[in-house]
C-alpha cells in the first residue's frame, strides 16, 4: 500500500519559516521525482517546486522564489520543503506528489497558515 504522509504544517506569522515533510512508504522513493503542490481556498492547485529522482529541482513558482527549498534524502524516503519569509498569501494546504512514468500518488496535505 503506497502512503505519502506529509507533516511539519501549522500557525506562523508573517516573516516566519516552517519545513515540511513527506514521508513515503509502498514506493521506491528513490525513482520518483517529488514535487510540492498547494491549494489556497477558493484556488485551484498549483505546483510549488518539483525534485527530480536524479536530485534535479525544477523551477520554482514565481511567488516562492527566493524562499522556498525544495530538497530529498532518500535514505529517508522523504522529501522536504524550506519555506521561509512567508506571508498570508502562502496560507493553503501544501500536498506532496511521486511521480514515475506514468504513475503518481499524492499526500493528503498538510495545512499552513501565516497570520499576518
Known amino acids: 500500500q503506497v502512503q505519502l504522509v506529509e507533516s511539519g504544517g501549522g500557525l506562523v506569522q508573517s516573516g516566519g519559516s516552517l519545513r515540511l515533510s513527506c514521508t513515503a512508504s509502498g514506493i521506491t522513493f528513490s525513482r520518483y521525482d517529488m514535487s510540492w503542490f498547494r491549494q489556497a481556498l477558493g484556488k485551484e492547485r498549483e505546483l510549488v517546486a518539483t525534485?527530480?529522482?536524479?536530485?534535479?529541482?525544477?523551477n520554482y513558482a514565481n511567488s516562492v522564489k527566493g524562499r522556498f527549498t525544495i530538497s530529498r534524502d532518500n535514505a529517508k524516503n522523504t522529501t522536504y520543503l524550506q519555506m521561509s519569509s512567508l506571508n498570508p498569501e502562502d496560507t493553503a494546504v501544501y500536498y506532496c506528489?511521486?511521480?514515475?512514468?506514468?504513475?503518481?500518488?499524492w499526500g493528503r496535505g498538510t495545512q499552513v497558515t501565516v497570520s499576518s
Open positions: 506528489k511521486a511521480a514515475f512514468d506514468i504513475t503518481a500518488y
Open positions: 525534485i527530480t529522482s536524479a536530485g534535479t529541482i525544477g
